[in-house]
C-alpha cells in the first residue's frame, strides 16, 4: 500500500516507540477514568512492566562461514555490541566465503535487459555483480555478454539458445513480464525492473553509490545458488524446523523445511514447496494431504544415507487448524506424517518433536519498549522474551541496534499439548532468525523457514 504514496508519505506509519507511548496515554485521557462504563472497573495508570522471571534475553548465536572461520557472539548485550556484530557480518562473508557453495551450481551468470536501458551501465553492473560472487563464494564466476532484448518473446528465446541456467533479468514494463519469467521458465531467475535499475543508473559515471545496490542483488543470487552464506550448529535445541503457511487465498499451502545434520554430514539445507489446496472455503489444510506433503518435502531433503532427525520444531503460521467440530485436524496430519518417517529412520523413533503456533502479527498487537534511566523510551534489544503465561511467549527478533524506524513488532509464539515448554521454541525461533542472508547487516524478523 505504502508503494502508491508519494514519498513525502512513504514513512507514515513508522511510529517510533516514544510517539506511540505519547498517542496511547492521550487516547486513555480522553476516555477518562471509566472507559468501560460508570460501574464497571477503571483502568490503572500506565504500562505493564514484566517481572524479571517473566524475561528472558537471549544471546546471538556463534556462526560459521567459510573455511570453518567462526563469528561470535559479543561480549555483551547492548544496542552498540549487536550493531558492530551486525555489520560486521558482510565482512566475514568477504574475507571468509560461504560456508557451503554446492559444486554443481552454474558459475556463468547470464544478464539480459529491455533495449533503451544504457549498455555500458549494465556492463558494469554485471562486472561488479561476478566481482562480488566470486568473493563470497570463493570461486570464479563469469558473467556471459549481456543480451538486449525487445520483447519477453525475444529475451527468452535468446537465453533459451545460450542453454541459461541463472539470470539476472532486467524487465521491461509489459504486464505478464514477471510471470513469464519467473513460472514459465526452468532457470533461476532474480528480477530487477527496468525502473529500479534506471533509477539507480541514470548517471553510469557515478559508480560509487551503486555499490549497495549490486550487493544486495548479489546476495540474492547466491541463494538462487543454493549456497549457504553462514550457518548455525543447531536451531537453538532442535536439529530442524519445519513451517506450515496456508496463503491468503487459500488456493495454496507451502511447506518450508530447514535442516543441520547432527553428525555434520551435510551442510545446513531449505527446501520450501507449495502445494495447491483443493477446498478454498478454509484455512485448514486436510490432514491426509498434509501428511503425505510432509513425507515428501523430508524424504527429498534426507536424501539416503543420513542420520536421522533428532529433534523437530515444527511451526503453524497462525495456528494449527480444525474443522467439523475436530473431524479434520492438522495436528493429526502432522502426527501420521511423523509416524510414517519414524518407520522409515528418516526421524528418530525417540526423536523430539514440538509443535508451536507461530503469529507474525495479532489482532491484539503487542508491543514492547524499553525505558531508558534518562527516561527515554526506546526499542527492546533484539532477542528479548516475555512470557506472558506458560503456553505463550512474545520475542523480539528485530530491535534497537538495526531497527531504525518505527516500533519493534514481536512475533508471538503458542504451544499446544505436544510442547512442554514454551522457551525451547522462543529460543529456536530467535536462532533461525539470524539466517539474514539478503541483508547481513541488520537483524531479520522471522525465522528461515517463515521468510522462505
Known amino acids: 500500500m505504502n508503494e502508491m504514496l508519494p514519498p513525502s508519505l512513504n514513512n507514515i506509519d513508522k511510529i517510533s516507540p516514544e510517539y506511540r507511548k505519547q498517542d496511547i496515554e492521550v487516547f486513555w485521557e480522553r476516555l477518562g477514568g471509566y472507559p468501560l462504563g460508570f460501574g464497571l472497573p477503571g483502568m490503572k495508570r500506565g504500562f505493564w512492566r514484566p517481572p524479571e522471571y517473566m524475561m528472558e534475553r537471549f544471546a546471538l548465536p556463534e556462526l560459521t562461514f567459510g573455511s570453518m572461520a567462526v563469528q561470535s557472539p559479543p561480549d555483551e548485550q547492548s544496542a552498540e555490541a549487536y550493531r558492530n556484530h551486525y555489520r560486521t557480518r558482510l565482512q566475514m562473508l568477504r574475507e571468509h ?252 523413533a525417540n526423536a523430539t518433536i514440538h509443535l508451536v503456533d507461530y503469529r507474525k502479527s495479532t489482532n491484539k498487537t503487542v508491543r514492547l519498549w524499553e525505558l531508558t534511566e534518562d527516561g527515554n523510551v526506546e526499542n527492546p534489544l533484539e532477542g528479548i522474551a516475555v512470557y506472558l503465561n506458560s503456553k505463550k511467549s512474545v520475542l523480539t527478533t528485530t530491535g534497537i541496534s538495526t531497527l531504525r524506524q518505527g516500533t519493534a513488532q514481536p512475533v508471538t509464539l503458542t504451544r499446544n499439548g505436544q510442547c512442554p515448554d514454551i522457551r525451547l521454541p522462543t529460543q529456536s525461533v530467535f536462532e533461525g532468525a539470524q539466517f539474514n542472508w539478503s541483508s547481513p547487516q541488520v537483524a531479520q524478523s522471522h525465522t528461515l523457514g517463515i521468510k522462505c
Open 97 to 348: 566465503g560461504c560456508n557451503y557453495v554446492s559444486p554443481l551450481t552454474a558459475r556463468d551468470i547470464h544478464i539480459a535487459y529491455p533495449k533503451g536501458v544504457n549498455h555500458k551501465a549494465v556492463e558494469r553492473f554485471a562486472d561488479a555483480l561476478v566481482s562480488d560472487l566470486s568473493d563470497f563464494t570463493k570461486k570464479p564466476i563469469a558473467a556471459t555478454p549481456p543480451i538486449e532484448y525487445s520483447s519477453i518473446e525475444d529475451a527468452i528465446s535468446k537465453l533459451h539458445a545460450q542453454s541459461a541456467q541463472m539470470v539476472v533479468f532486467i524487465m521491461n514494463n509489459e504486464r505478464t513480464a514477471y510471470h513469464d519469467i519467473a513460472y514459465k521458465q526452468k532457470w533461476r531467475v532474480k528480477h530487477i525492473t527496468q525502473k529500479v535499475f534506471c533509477d539507480k543508473y541514470q548517471n553510469e559515471s557515478r559508480w560509487g553509490r551503486k555499490k549497495g545496490f549490486v550487493t544486495m542483488n548479489a546476495l540474492d543470487v547466491l541463494q538462487l545458488m543454493d549456497a549457504v552464506p553462514y550457518s548455525t550448529q543447531q536451531f537453538g535445541q532442535y536439529q530442524a524446523q519445519l513451517v506450515i503457511d496456508v496463503g491468503h487465498n487459500r488456493r495454496q499451502f507451502a511447506l518450508s523445511l530447514s535442516l543441520i545434520s547432527s553428525k555434520g554430514v551435510q551442510p545446513l539445507r531449505e527446501k520450501t514447496r507449495v502445494y495447491e489446496k483443493g477446498d478454498h472455503q478454509h484455512d485448514t489444510i486436510n490432514p491426509s494431504i498434509l501428511k503425505d506433503c510432509i513425507v515428501e518435502l523430508i524424504e527429498s531433503v534426507m536424501g539416503r544415507r543420513v542420520p536421522p532427525i533428532e529433534s523437530l520444531l515444527i511451526l503453524r503460521d497462525g495456528e494449527f487448524r480444525e474443522l467439523q467440530n475436530g473431524r479434520y485436524k492438522e495436528v493429526k496430519g502432522v502426527n501420521d506424517a511423523m509416524d510414517v518417517l519414524q518407520k522409515r529412520q528418516l526421524i528418530a
